[in-house]
């Protein structure tokens, strides 16, 4: 640090003179808060450079690509959910004990709707029928 003011030039010509040579060398004679003042101002410019990417469409059209990709997907999942439903509905009407045999099926499926006449109890066989019929 060999930097002097002359003795024909006022403190303030001193100081600009020194602050164009500093500019000039930028990595001297900077303190860590410059560093950290100079890496955040180039973050915030890389930041407004993606946000005005983003409002221009460049990256909104990959988001919606993707939404579009995801769509089917949860209508898939939907139907699952309707379907388990269904199966769970099912399983409960016929509140079966061990035997499969011994206890009766609930008034909601009490008719084969394939042949129409009443059941008196669930076995095996009549609970293979009604899952083939869809109830």
């Known amino acids: 640090n060999n930097f002097q003011q002359e003795p024909d030039e006022n403190l303030y010509q001193a100081w600009e003179q020194f602050k164009e040579l500093l500019m000039k060398c930028p990595q001297h004679y900077l303190t860590e808060m410059h560093e950290i003042v100079a890496d955040a101002k180039i973050a915030i410019q890389e930041m407004a450079e993606y946000s005005q990417k983003w409002h221009n469409g460049t990256s909104k059209s990959r988001s919606t690509k ?41 008034p ?28």
Do not use: Y
């Not at 379907?83 to 011994?102: G, P, Q, R, T």
């Open 66 to 106: 993707t939404f579009d990709e995801l769509a089917p997907i949860q209508g898939q999942l939907n139907n699952l959910g309707r379907e388990i439903k269904k199966v769970n509905e099912k399983s409960m009407m016929l509140k079966l004990d061990a035997n499969n045999a011994k206890d009766p099926i609930t």
């Open 108 to 135: 909601k499926i009490a008719h084969s709707k394939k042949k129409g006449i009443p059941l008196r109890k669930l076995t095996t066989r009549n609970l293979v029928d009604l899952f083939k019929e869809g109830i």
